[in-house]
Nanobody, 122 residues
Framework: QVQLVESGGGLVQAGGSLRLSCAASGRTFSGYAMGWFRQAPGKEREFVAARSGSGGNRNYADSVKGRFTISRDNAKNTVYLQMNSLKPEDTAVYYC???????????????WGQGTQVTVSS
C-alpha cells in the first residue's frame, strides 16, 4: 500500500507560479512511477505529468509542456510539480498518483492522493 499526501495548492494570478508537493509513504518510493492528474469542474480527470521511478523518463500532457516540470526526490519520498506561466484553464483539483509501471501511471494509476485545489485568476 502507498499513501500519498499533496500540498502546495492555492490561489495565484495568471502568469504566476506554484509548486505542488506529494509526500509518499509505504512501499519503496523509487520502485514507483509518480504522476500528477487534474480535474476541473464539470470535466473528467486528465493526465498532467509523470516521472519514472529512477527519474530518467518523463511524460507530459501537451497542454502543459514547456510550462510544468515534474521532479522527484527519492531520498525524501517526494514528487513535485513546478507550474509556471499559469493560465485560468489550469484551475483544477490536482491529484498525485503512483504506480509500479511507467506506462500505466498515465492512464490507470494504482494509488491516488486526496487532491489539492489550484485556482488561477485572470
Amino acid at each position: 500500500q502507498v499513501q500519498l499526501v499533496e500540498s502546495g495548492g492555492g490561489l495565484v494570478q495568471a502568469g504566476g507560479s506554484l509548486r505542488l508537493s506529494c509526500a509518499a509513504s509505504g512501499r519503496t518510493f523509487s520502485g514507483y512511477a509518480m504522476g500528477w492528474f487534474r480535474q476541473a469542474p464539470g470535466k473528467e480527470r486528465e493526465f498532467v505529468a509523470a516521472r519514472s521511478g529512477s527519474g530518467g523518463n518523463r511524460n507530459y500532457a501537451d497542454s502543459v509542456k514547456g510550462r510544468f516540470t515534474i521532479s522527484r526526490d527519492n531520498a525524501k519520498n517526494t514528487v513535485y510539480l513546478q507550474m509556471n506561466s499559469l493560465k485560468p484553464e489550469d484551475t483544477a483539483v490536482y491529484y498525485c498518483a503512483a504506480d509500479p509501471n511507467f506506462i500505466t501511471i498515465t492512464t490507470t494509476p494504482s494509488y491516488w492522493g486526496q487532491g489539492t485545489q489550484v485556482t488561477v485568476s485572470s
